[in-house]
């Protein structure tokens, strides 16, 4: 849900994850879950929200920005270089 974009926040690259509330896929619900779930866990494998607005049109959040890669593309090579990795190390 949500489209993610490269911003500038406080003079750092941010990720801009942008939610329409018109749009079918949209549930307030879940962004709000999202939402909350970043802003209150804290992990290092996990993003944490830099900030969020969620009046108007266009709900967003501000994450920490990862690099040019997509989160899928990034655990498909660490998960097969570990796999990799472990087949020959034994």
Not at 16 to 38: D, G, H, P, Q
Not at 58 to 86: K, S, W
Request: charged share 15%; hydrophobic share 40%; glycine share 6%.
């Amino acid at each position: 849900m949500g489209r993610v974009f490269l911003g500038h926040w406080q003079g750092e690259n941010v990720a801009i994850k942008a939610c329409n509330t018109a749009s079918v896929a949209f549930s307030e619900a879940e962004f709000r879950y999202e939402l909350a779930l970043m802003s209150t866990l804290s992990h290092e494998n996990l993003l944490s929200c830099l900030a969020a607005d969620v009046t108007g049109s266009t709900y967003f959040m501000l994450l920490p920005f990862q690099g040019t890669t997509n989160l899928d593309l990034h655990f498909h090579l660490h998960f097969h270089f570990h796999l990799h990795h472990r087949r020959h190390s034994n």
